[in-house]
């Protein structure tokens, strides 16, 4: 009889269960509550300071609210006002879009171009770098406001330095002509912030680029307009959304020149020192916050717009 061999296949072995897998299961958790034992004061901020106020203000939006007395659910009748009775908020955002319009471009322009000087390599740079930079944050405060009163005022020392020309200047920030101009041209002022990181964008595009295109004969406005704009196009989108959003926020310069009442005649009235004065001079809160969400949803949707329209101009490497 033949013997009839069959192959049999070994059992694979079970891998015995990893000593001390319990141990580091229960140490995971424990160091998961530590971790959330020590973002429990973000978190509490977090719902107390920042999303506990919003939904606040957005009831106090529908409500009549002096602070002094108890909201008044009203529903819609402070939006209402708003854009039907309120002659002085029509003219607040008026004047704030006109600002943002004329002093962003102009702001971003200026950096850019000293960006440019200072990416040519100069001495020192670091030095030009942290001096250049003081504007953005000094521009915001008060004592650079007070200080900006001054220059511009009828007694100023712009009109000491026209005076020596034979020219008699005006009182620029008392002017209703000239007040804003003076807001914007402060504002342009605040270069530093934009102009590093349009430095730093700048420092990114490599110089092989411009050298192929000496070779082939391009001068340095062709150069300017072909390799540096496209390539820069997304630190121009950066800069550009900050500075919308920052600049429909801007308050205490307005506040501080024109002495807290936006005039004169409401020139520097800003959206920002309209919804300040409603709410904690004629005690409207309840207007006040819906001023405030009207502001959110102005900024908002030009950022979404901003957004959307990138993709017609913004280059990311080979896509737009």
Same mark, same amino acid.
């Given at each position: 009889m033949t013997e009839v061999s069959v192959a049999v296949k070994p059992r694979r072995a079970v891998p015995e269960p990893a000593r001390g897998g319990h141990r580091s299961t229960k140490r995971s958790r424990r160091e998961a509550r530590a971790a959330y034992l020590f973002l429990a004061p973000w978190f509490v901020g977090l719902l107390v300071i920042t999303i506990g106020p919003i939904f606040a203000s957005l009831y106090l939006s529908f409500t009549d609210y002096s602070l002094l007395e108890e909201a008044k659910w009203i529903g819609f009748d402070n939006y209402i006002k708003m854009f039907t009775e309120d002659d002085r908020f029509l003219n607040s955002l008026q004047v704030t879009t006109v600002y943002v319009i004329v002093s962003v471009p102009l702001q971003l322009a200026f950096a850019l171009a000293l960006a440019l000087v200072l990416d040519?390599?100069?001495?020192?740079?670091?030095?030009?770098?942290?001096?250049?930079?003081?504007?953005s944050l000094l521009g915001g405060?008060? #004592?650079?406001?007070?200080?900006?009163? &001054?220059?511009?005022? /009828? *007694?100023?020392?712009?009109?000491?330095? !026209?005076?020596?020309?034979?020219?008699?200047?005006?009182?620029?920030?008392?002017?209703?002509?000239?007040?804003?101009?003076?807001?914007?041209?402060?504002?342009?002022?605040?270069?530093?912030?934009?102009?590093?990181?349009?430095?730093?964008?700048?420092?990114?595009?490599?110089?092989?680029?411009?050298?192929?295109?000496?070779?082939?004969?391009?001068?340095?406005?062709?150069?300017?307009?072909?390799?540096?704009?496209?390539?820069?196009?997304?630190?121009?989108?950066?800069?550009?959304?900050?500075?919308?959003?920052?600049?429909?926020?801007?308050?205490?310069? #307005?506040?501080?020149?024109?002495?807290? &009442?936006?005039?004169? /005649? *409401?020139?520097?009235?800003?959206?920002? !020192?309209?919804?300040?004065?409603e709410g904690f001079k004629n005690y409207d809160m309840g207007y006040a916050a819906a001023m405030a969400w009207v502001l959110l949803l102005i900024i908002a949707g030009l950022t979404g717009v901003n957004f959307l329209a990138s993709k017609y101009w913004v280059f990311y490497g080979d896509t737009k």
């Open positions: 040519r390599g100069l001495r020192g740079l670091s030095f030009y770098r942290s001096i250049f930079y003081l504007p405060s008060v #004592a650079i406001a007070i200080l900006w009163r &001054k220059v511009f005022g /009828a *007694d100023g020392l712009v009109n000491a330095v !026209l005076a020596m020309f034979g020219i008699e200047g005006p009182g620029w920030v008392g002017h209703p002509d000239y007040a804003l101009g003076t807001l914007i041209l402060l504002h342009v002022w605040t270069f530093g912030a934009p102009m590093i990181i349009f430095l730093a964008g700048l420092r990114q595009i490599p110089s092989s680029y411009y050298e192929a295109a000496s070779v082939d004969g391009a001068g340095k406005w062709r150069q300017f307009k072909s390799i540096t704009i496209p390539l820069l196009t997304p630190i121009i989108f950066f800069n550009l959304v900050l500075e919308l959003i920052k600049s429909f926020q801007s308050f205490t310069q #307005a506040f501080i020149v024109s002495g807290g &009442k936006g005039g004169p /005649a *409401d020139s520097t009235l800003f959206y920002t !020192l309209y919804l300040y004065l």
